[in-house]
């Protein structure tokens, strides 16, 4: 807090003569309306709260900077990715995703783990998670699965049978479902967990060769969860332990860092590769790509104001620079829409001129004008439209992503990709999972769903049965089910199960 004794103004420069007694008509009043400074603080005051994100509400950030440690050329032309050593300035936004503004930092959740680089050739944004993979593949199914991750219509309160019905109705959610319900769906902190695109992209260089890619941030502070019962406790104790966490490391100095490692795959491994590789819901084995160390993020600076920085950072998977581009990843493609779209509701027209979001190592060139809160020059007397003969800026043909070959008939499909969406999360099950993580994650899910009516247990355990019989079979025994039922269930075809245990 600085020590300036500067002189208290109106919001338009007027000195205040006086903050603690309203003008009045004598003593006691009534109060004048001619109190110019009380009818702008109130109202300032009445427009303090700007919309709640309908995701992400609650969330900490810090600045940093991302450095180049290997050499990418062969797969981008992004100049911040160019020279190994090569600095770029970063802010991140760590968040919860399903909880309200005022929820607890230890909630059973994935985080979010949002990155905007400020790059010269503009601002650079992944909106990734904490896990590798989503819930769904299809972004038409997200407006219904964010809803199921709120609160009841008719109560108000978070509802076990809304979040289950979704979940069991919906199996290609049984990959995140099995990372959230470990303990890695509790972090220690923020600083403890690692950062995943989830989403593939695509590089390209400057011979107009592309690749596609997923980004890791591995946390060099080590991983570490929390066990159900410390998260539970840590709920009551402090609901804002990571966001406390995260201010007090930094201005410590103990400045947290992460590691960037990529998945790389040429188009021709993409058509061959066993899984879809724009499957969100899928990984790519690191044994069929292993990930390859390219850089370095470090956070070394606390935002000075929470709602400047933090509140009106807006980050949107659409913000590409040359070198990097979307993939026909169907959720990544309705993100590409939704990000920017919520922000003009909750900001404003003009949310990209808010310091934290302008660009800071590039200029800003273009014909967009007027709008709310337009607080740039607004262009000048520049030329407000193109092409025009006044010397207005122009295209750069050579910013062009290299095209790739698309077709089909325009439909609404269904996934038809022959791999299925349980073997990846009984090969997390079996295969990556001690027994002790497996012991936990058994006892997570119980404990959360004994609260959904029992036909809502079978259907989701049916689904844990197809996983994998033993993590189907621990549930069901954990519900108090009837394993035989949930065997006969998971034998059958999604929509046979679903009329079997219909309302």
């Known amino acids: 807090m600085s020590d300036n004794k500067d002189t208290y ?47 992400h509400a609650k969330g900490a950030g810090a600045h940093g900077y991302f450095e180049v440690t290997a050499d990418v050329t062969k797969y981008t032309k ?25 929820s607890a930092d230890a909630e059973r959740d994935p985080r979010g783990f949002a990155l905007k680089f400020y790059t010269e050739e503009g601002n650079y944004d992944m909106t990734g998670n904490n896990t590798p993979v989503f819930f769904i593949r299809d972004p038409l199914k997200f407006p219904d699965f964010i809803h199921t991750q709120k609160r009841n219509p008719e109560t108000n309160l978070k509802d076990a049978d809304m979040f289950w019905d979704f979940l069991s109705l919906t199996p290609e959610s049984i990959h995140q479902v099995t990372i959230l319900f470990s303990d890695r769906g509790t972090p220690r902190t923020f600083r403890n967990m690692n950062g995943y695109s989830s989403h593939t992209y695509k590089w390209y260089n400057e011979k107009g060769e592309y690749y596609w890619v997923k980004y890791h941030f591995k946390t060099e502070q080590h991983i570490q969860n929390f066990a159900r019962d410390d998260a539970t406790k840590m709920k009551g104790e402090d609901p804002d332990h990571a966001t406390r966490d995260l201010f007090d490391a930094i201005a410590r100095g103990d400045f947290p860092s992460w590691r960037l490692e ?17 499957d969100v819901t899928k990984v790519w084995f690191h044994a069929d790509f292993p990930p390859m160390t390219i850089g370095r993020m470090v956070l070394d600076k606390n935002p000075e104001n929470y709602f400047a920085e933090v509140e009106q950072a807006a980050f949107s998977p659409a913000n590409f620079v040359p070198g990097i581009a979307a993939s026909p990843d169907k959720m990544l493609q309705g993100r590409l829409f939704a990000y ?5 509701h909750r900001l404003g027209p003009n949310y990209h001129l808010l310091p934290i979001n302008s660009p800071k190592a590039t200029k800003v060139n273009y014909y967009q004008r007027d709008g709310a809160m337009n607080f740039s020059d607004n262009g000048g007397g520049a030329p407000n439209y193109y092409p025009n003969s006044f010397g207005g800026p122009e295209p750069q043909p050579g910013a062009a992503e290299p095209p790739f070959e698309v077709e089909g008939t325009a439909d609404r499909h269904p996934y038809t990709h022959p791999n299925d969406d349980f073997f990846q999360a009984g090969e997390l099950y079996r295969r990556v999972m001690t027994d002790e993580d497996r012991t936990n994650l058994v006892g997570n899910i119980t404990t ?27 549930v069901a025994e954990g519900l108090g089910l009837d394993v035989k039922e949930v065997e006969q269930l998971a034998a059958m075809s999604q929509e046979e199960r679903a009329k079997a245990t219909a309302g």
């Open 9 to 55: 103004t109106t919001g338009f420069g007027a000195p205040v003569d006086d903050d603690q007694n309203s003008k009045t008509a004598g003593s006691p009043g009534p109060v004048l309306m001619q109190d110019v400074h009380l009818l702008e603080k109130l109202g300032h005051f009445n427009r303090e709260r700007i919309p709640e994100r309908v995701v």
């Open 78 to 102: 992004a100049k911040f990715l160019s020279e190994v050593g090569k600095k770029t300035d970063v802010f991140i936004r760590f968040s919860t995703v399903g909880g309200e503004k005022g």
């Open 262 to 278: 990529m998945q790389i795959m040429t188009p021709e491994q993409a058509k061959e590769y066993r899984f879809d590789p724009f």
């Open 340 to 344: 920017h779209d919520t922000h003009l």
């Open 448 to 474: 959360h769903l004994v609260k959904a009516e029992k036909r809502i247990q079978l259907r989701q355990s049916a689904v844990f049965y197809k996983a994998d019989p033993e993590y189907g079979s621990r």
